[in-house]
């Protein structure tokens, strides 16, 4: 388990990292639920530039050597293309900073492990859409990315979460944390519970296609959620798709998934208020749009077809974690009040019906493009 962070540990990690300058200040950064990020501030020549600083959750990836392995693979690879395309690799992709020892990461007195990347200045993350515009340039970054990747060597990577979006594996881990019930919370929860248990059946269907090769593995991001691209100030482009952790052998409908469960939604993932939380088409057609036009021709025609199940699936498969990690006692998602994950799985359970609601639209603007 990691330990409680202290200003001790934090100033050990950025001493052992070669960022550039005098210390000024840090501060934790981003609204991401895994790691412990920081922007760190340095004075250099008069001017004030910074980093970003992260500890690893090494409780879910355990295994740092090879996490920061597959980084630095995909940050290379994207480096060399972006470079070929005349662009600017120091905000185009994550820019690892090594250690004063000239490591990926840094491994403190208590075991917790850091790294430091080059902080992408004049761009911003979006935790909801606030101009479609900004979704529609998140689903040509994420298109474009899951291209790109399209040619990387997949069997250099490794499986840093295995079976990550494994629905049907998910939810055997669901019915495990109900059946243990470990804070007795399973007899609140009754009606949460009963949605999932209904929808039991869906959770094989992809695993079973790409079983029967029905649906090819790709290399894919795996969690292309709106805060995991960096949209441009100056030009609304997505610049720079981050949080490279979970970048590893998947399905291609998991991305286009995984972005409309957070993106589509006319709601924060956290919202009280469930009147407030649909899945909005115009959302879902603008985000279909920009994805297939960067994805490239390689979507086969089950892929196609299967992409409002992958937007579903990807919805009740975080609703389903965000619910067993309720039952668990919250150790997975980092919480900033007590039923938050409660109120996390509501959303999501909220949006699954009304993609369900839905269906034959998404089904429809599919054929469309
Ligand atoms: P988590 O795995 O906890 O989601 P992320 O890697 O996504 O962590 O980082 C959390 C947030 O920090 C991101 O959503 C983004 O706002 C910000 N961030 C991460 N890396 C950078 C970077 N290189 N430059 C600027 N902002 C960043
Ligand atoms: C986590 O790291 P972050 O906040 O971008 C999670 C995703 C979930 C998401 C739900 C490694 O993403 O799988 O979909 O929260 N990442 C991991 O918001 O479990
Ligand atoms: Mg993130």
């Known amino acids: 388990m990691r330990v409680p962070l202290t200003d001790a540990l934090i100033r050990e990690a950025i001493a052992n990292i070669s960022f550039e300058g005098d210390l000024i200040r840090y501060e934790p950064y981003g609204s991401g639920h895994i790691n412990d990020t920081f922007a760190v501030y340095f004075g250099l020549k008069g001017k004030t530039h910074r980093y970003i600083l992260q500890r690893i959750n090494t409780d879910i990836f355990k295994d740092a050597d090879r996490l920061m392995e597959n980084i630095g693979g995909v940050t290379a690879y994207l ?96 019915e495990a944390a109900v059946a243990a019930d470990k804070m007795g919370r399973a007899k609140d929860v009754e009606a949460e519970i009963a949605f999932v248990r209904a929808r039991e059946a869906d959770t094989h269907v992809l695993v079973d296609m790409l079983a029967s090769g029905e649906l090819p593995l790709k290399v894919t991001h795996n969690d292309t959620k709106l805060n995991n691209v960096m949209i441009d100030d100056a030009t609304g482009e997505g610049i720079s798709v981050i949080d490279l952790d979970t970048v590893m052998p998947g399905l291609s409908l998991y991305d286009f998934g995984d972005s409309i469960r957070f993106g589509a939604s006319t709601a924060a993932e956290d919202e009280k208020d469930l009147d407030k939380v649909w899945m909005d088409i115009n959302l879902y057609e603008i985000y279909l749009k920009g994805f297939l036009e960067t994805v490239g021709d390689g979507l086969t025609a089950n892929e196609r077809k299967m992409l409002p199940m992958g937007a579903k699936l990807m919805t009740l498969e975080c609703g389903m974690r965000f619910l067993a990690d309720y039952l668990e006692g919250d150790v997975y998602f980092r919480l900033h009040y007590p039923e938050q994950n409660l109120d996390r799985c509501r959303t999501q359970f909220k949006l699954v019906a009304d993609m369900e609601r839905q269906w034959a639209e998404m089904a429809a603007l599919v054929e469309k493009y």
């Open 79 to 174: 480096k060399k293309e972006i470079i070929a395309r005349g662009g600017d690799y120091t905000r185009e992709t994550l820019n690892v900073v090594p250690t004063i020892d000239g490591k990926p990461y840094y491994r403190d007195s208590a075991d917790g492990c850091w790294r430091g990347y080059l902080f992408i200045e004049d761009a911003t993350t979006f935790d909801t859409v606030k101009d479609p515009k900004d979704f529609y340039n998140a689903a040509r970054a994420f298109g474009k990315f899951q291209n790109l990747l399209a040619s990387y060597p997949a069997e250099t990577l490794h499986e840093t979460i295995p079976q990550f979006h494994d629905t049907a594996k998910r939810y055997r881990d669901f």
